[in-house]
């Protein structure tokens, strides 16, 4: 029990982390064994484990906390970050975990945990055990694939819940995906609800200065469905992100 209480504390832990209070592998081993056969913890998969309660038997900590725990590196990211901060408009039984070091999709605890390659250190956050992309990274994110926002009609309604952001770090973060394109899908998008975002409109003239005259469709959904084509920011876009009005209902 005494070792029990020490790694609940952990939530979720691997084979060094027990090293690491047991300053012994093969005690460590044999401990992680031990409370696998008592139920006290269950393997996520290769060594990594999570702590259960001991009344009912189920898992302790919340699929935020495993997926930050898959890679030293891992994050929660794209609509996962949106359902982190409570904005997510269907419920999605996967987490979208970014991280530099590749890992085999799995299955736990009715969730599916998949990779998603990171090419970037900026704009994450420590929340606790929680490691995940910040308000303005996750806009600009989703926004940059909303394949991985759940599709148009998810981000937009995400979006109108998502409050105020940083203009300066939506601008910091551009310039580090330097993407005239991105410029002109963030621009607007933060354009066409800032009455919630709250960014100045030098942040928005900013981004539009960024964009060259080629026209870019705003995704591959706008190739199939109706779409408008906004000349300020050559963009064609689907027809319901100007439809939409500021409600949040379609």
Known sequence: MKNYKRILE?????LQDVCDLTKNINTAKSLIRNLLKDGYIKRVKHNLYAVCDLEYGQVIPD???????????????YHS???????????????YVSSKK???????????????????????E????????DKERTVIDCINRTDLAGGDEELFMCLELMGKLDGDKILKYLSYYNSQKLYAKVGFMLE?????FGVSKEVIEECRKKINKRTYYFDSEVRRFNNKYIGK?????????VTRGRTLYW
């Open 63 to 77: 699929q935020y906390m495993i997926a930050s725990k898959i890679k030293d590196d891992s994050f929660i990211s």
């Open 10 to 14: 952990l939530k979720v832990f691997d």
């Open 102 to 124: 590749r890992f085999e999709n799995f299955e736990f605890d009715g969730y599916d945990f998949i990779f998603i390659n990171n090419k970037y250190d900026f704009g994450i």
């Open 233 to 241: 920011w050559n963009l064609i876009v689907p027809e319901i992100f």
């Open 192 to 196: 066409t609800l800032n009455d919630g």
């Open 81 to 95: 970050a949106f359902d982190y901060y409570g904005v997510k408009n269907q419920m999605f039984y996967y987490v």
């Open 126 to 133: 420590q929340k606790g055990k929680v490691r995940v992309t």
